[in-house]
């Protein structure tokens, strides 16, 4: 064979192989179709494109196989206390919202806990201050686990608190991304290390084909901290300054049951990445919640059902995507949303569009200056077709808002930190909490009403009548956005 007949054979293996993955892929048929075309048209880069981004992990082997370390602690040492607290009991909510409850734990995954005491934060300096004051206050461990850690400010008064507990006794335990932080310095972490600081990469398992692909795609996008087993952090800010001072965003802390649930999440991904333990289940998830030295803030609220839900790559279902469809399709009056990347899969939208169209009061909040030249086009690209449905879009100003929650019908909120996206949906690690409560509901849609003051509404005849360039513009950025 000559070499100028084996370049053309190779490229007709590479798109004929390819093809018959994606074919047989459980994934979105509009996302297969999109690479098959990319594949066709560029086939040796499309395919590496492909390996990198393309692939659906749902229901593979390899991705199941990687929890079975934390399943073995946990199911060999685990009494009836421990399991029935991360089981919950679904009936504590509504019974019209108990068929939610049930959904979001289908996959064995934390049912409903009440008896939480709950301050939503809307304020940076609010969450710095006393998430450094929980740290002082610690005792017996320190769970750590985010997407971002910032060799800034605010960091560094973290970590020098986090050291500090290290010296005093205190385990402290930290999961750290590594893509997302490629700018630290690996003396950042030494130095940690040093104090006494347990640090594991979040999913550095041994060698294999698929390390790069996992490392550079399958982030860790979720916020959790676990103090004693008794007070917990999880929502949508990160560990780095402009998250204290500049962005407006939402995170929770909590303090009861719920707590469990985000150590359960936070163990399982430390011993899957390669952490140790050196004690029993028993002592992770203790039998009171009660916290000494608790901060005390009139914005706390009392007696909360709640229910903590991650997601990721390797679980069977998009539960977070499922979440966002049932949410929507049941919401009776209102559904309110807040996401900095408001990219959704077809069949959020489709639900959005049917509530709307249904006469519920649909609206969705995103910043009015987009994070980067990619994002703001691929945004934009729904806004004609969200407004011709009656979906009412507001662009928030006075700072990028990168809160990722909604509140519905004056009874159900989430606060988390998955966004509107494929990402956010399909890729990522991430944690959502879902509120089963008038009061926090009716807070949510405060801080929504507040955030409303300083946005402005888009209107459908801006839209109508946009030049033809721009039209192609927007949907080319929409097409790729929806599938990376």
């Known amino acids: 064979m000559t070499f100028s007949l084996f370049i053309p054979i190779l490229i007709a293996l590479i798109i004929i192989g390819a093809s018959i993955i994606i074919l047989t892929d459980d994934g979105d048929a509009d996302r297969k179709l999109l690479w098959l075309i990319i594949i066709a048209v560029l086939p040796v880069v499309g395919l590496i494109l492909y390996l990198l981004f393309g692939i659906n992990y749902r229901h593979r082997k390899y991705f199941r196989k990687k ?136 999913y550095n398992p041994r060698f294999h084909p698929l390390r790069i692909i996992t490392r550079l795609n399958y982030r860790n996008h ?139 009061d649909v609206r969705v909040m995103v910043p009015k200056e987009a994070e980067n030249f990619f994002i703001g086009p691929a945004v934009k690209s729904h806004y004609k077709e969200c407004l011709k449905a009656g979906i009412r879009i507001y662009e928030r100003g006075g700072g990028f808002i990168h809160a990722k929650t909604f509140v519905a019908d004056d009874y159900l909120s989430s606060v988390g930190s998955a966004n509107i996206d494929n990402r956010s949906f399909n890729i990522n690690y991430e944690v959502n909490t879902y509120i089963y409560s008038k009061d926090a509901a009716l807070r949510n849609k405060e801080i929504f009403l507040k955030d409303l003051e300083i946005s402005e509404e888009v209107r459908l005849q801006d839209w109508t009548r946009i030049p033809a360039g721009r039209t192609m513009k927007l949907n080319l950025f929409r097409i790729f956005s929806s599938q990376l």
């Open 67 to 202: 929890h079975e370390r934390y399943a073995q602690w946990f199911a060999g040492r685990t009494g009836d206390r421990i399991l029935k607290l991360i089981k919950g009991d679904n009936t504590l909510v509504e019974e019209r919202f108990q068929p939610f409850a049930r959904l979001l734990s289908s996959n064995r995954l934390p049912g409903v806990s009440t008896g939480n005491d709950v301050e939503i934060i809307t304020v940076g300096k609010r969450k710095l201050d006393a998430l450094l004051k929980d740290i002082e206050n610690a005792k017996e461990y320190i769970h750590f686990q985010y997407y971002l850690f910032g060799n800034d400010v605010s960091g560094q008064a973290v970590k020098e608190a986090l050291m500090k507990k290290a010296r005093e006794g205190v385990k402290v335990r930290i999961l750290h991304e590594n893509v997302a932080n490629y700018d630290t310095k690996r003396s950042f972490y030494n130095q940690m290390r040093k104090a006494g600081v347990e640090l594991v990469r979040f």
């Open 222 to 360: 979720r916020k959790i901290v676990v103090i004693d087993g008794r007070i917990g952090y999880t929502g949508g800010m990160n560990i780095k300054d402009r998250y204290f001072t500049k962005w407006r965003d939402t995170h929770l802390r909590i303090i009861g049951p719920a707590v469990a649930s985000l150590q359960h999440i936070f163990l399982d991904s430390w011993l899957t990445s390669g952490g140790e333990l050196d004690q029993t289940p028993e002592y992770y998830f203790p039998e009171t919640f009660h916290a000494d030295n608790d901060i005390a803030s009139a914005d706390v609220l009392r007696n909360i059902p709640m229910q903590i839900t991650p997601d990721e790559p390797d679980s069977s279902r998009p539960m977070l995507q499922l979440s966002y469809i049932w949410a929507i399709q049941h919401a009776k009056d209102y559904i309110w949303l807040q996401t900095p990347y408001f990219i959704p899969p077809a069949s959020v939208l489709d639900a959005l569009k049917t509530a709307a169209l249904s006469g519920v």
